[in-house]
């Protein structure tokens, strides 16, 4: 019987020792962009808004720059749009994982021995 052998990574930038920007983050970031709300995003997402609002908080205070804009709501209701710094990262992180992925399906010594 033939098997399936891979590594599968998962990868996370912190700050000092603060989980700061990875997968779900980056896939927030795109709901966001993608919606124009916080709200949205997470209801996508299958998360509170209270913890969106959270990541988002987060990215903005940690990051060199803020991540996410929002607007308060009015006549046209409020929204949130991702910042070209925002755009920046999310493009560098995958960036990141392709290289990372293509190291780890080179991997060839450790997989013929598994």
């Known amino acids: 019987m033939e098997r399936n052998v891979r590594i599968s990574l998962s990868h996370w930038v912190f700050i000092d020792d603060t989980k700061f920007f990875g997968p779900g983050r980056v896939q927030l970031l795109e709901h966001i962009q993608e919606t124009g709300s916080i709200v949205k995003a997470a209801q996508q997402m299958g998360m509170s808004y209270k913890k969106a609002w959270d990541m988002v908080v987060s990215l903005n205070t940690l990051g060199k720059n803020p991540y996410v804009i929002t607007h308060k709501g009015g006549q046209h209701g ?6 070209e710094a ?3 990262v999310i ?3 995958k960036k990141l994982g392709q290289k ?3 190291v780890a399906e080179a991997e060839q010594e450790l ?4």
């Open 78 to 83: 409020g929204g949130a749009e991702i910042t």
């Open 86 to 88: 925002g755009l920046q």
């Open 91 to 93: 493009e560098a992180y």
């Open 100 to 102: 990372l992925k293509a």
């Open 111 to 114: 997989l013929n021995l598994i």
